[in-house]
């Protein structure tokens, strides 16, 4: 696939190689923003206050593929019911949010796992099949919580949860699954 990522950070950046790594055509854009027209999939992974601003400097957006990876520690803006679908007014396309509940910091131990670590997904029926793939190719195994309107707020919700077991365990990795799949 050809993914432009925006955000070269810890999430971005990260991201960005371990894609490369598995095959893809990879594009980092940073502050001083760039062309996404060629892309079959956007990434965003920039702080959740920047969104706006970082896409308004981004031209050829028109209805990707979108995975929105974002976070955000203070006040939200009542206007979107959560931050994927601020995104998704932006770009147009059909949204997923993903690696929102995964550290960066420990993007480089996955391959060493015993399992497989989950990662948890929410998505718009037109994203899911890609966002999978993505997931699949960044050492994870999808789980998937329910379409956009239902998950992506649920998974920005649970980041308090997220910060408390990092506060115990530092950056960890999680696994989901049914009985006799673990
Ligand atoms: N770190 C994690 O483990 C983790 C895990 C899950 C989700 N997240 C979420 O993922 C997002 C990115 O986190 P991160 O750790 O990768 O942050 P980061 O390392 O601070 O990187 C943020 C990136 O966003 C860019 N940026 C900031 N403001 C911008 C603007 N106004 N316009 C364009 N680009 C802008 C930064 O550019 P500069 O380099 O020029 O500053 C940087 O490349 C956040 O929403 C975070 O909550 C993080």
Known sequence: MRITV??????????????AKAG?????LGRDGGD?????????????????????????LAGQVTIDACNLYGPRDDAFPSLSHQVKSIVGGP????????????????????????????ADPAAREATEQLIRDAGYDPVF???????????????????????????????YGSPGKL
């Open 6 to 19: 925006v955000g070269r950070g810890n999430v971005g950046g990260g991201l960005a190689q371990l894609w």
């Open 24 to 28: 893809h055509e990879v594009t980092g």
């Open 36 to 60: 996404a027209s060629g892309a079959d999939v956007l990434v965003v992974a920039v702080p959740g206050p920047a969104i706006t601003e970082a896409l308004a400097g981004v031209a050829g």
């Open 95 to 122: 949204t997923a949010k993903s690696f929102s509940t995964n550290f960066a910091a420990v993007y480089d131990r996955i391959e060493a796992q015993s399992v497989r670590p989950s990662n948890l997904f929410a």
């Open 145 to 175: 919580v329910g379409d956009l309107d239902s998950g992506a707020r649920l998974l920005e919700d649970g980041s308090g949860l997220t910060r408390a077991l990092a506060g115990q365990l530092g950056p960890f990795f999680y696994r």
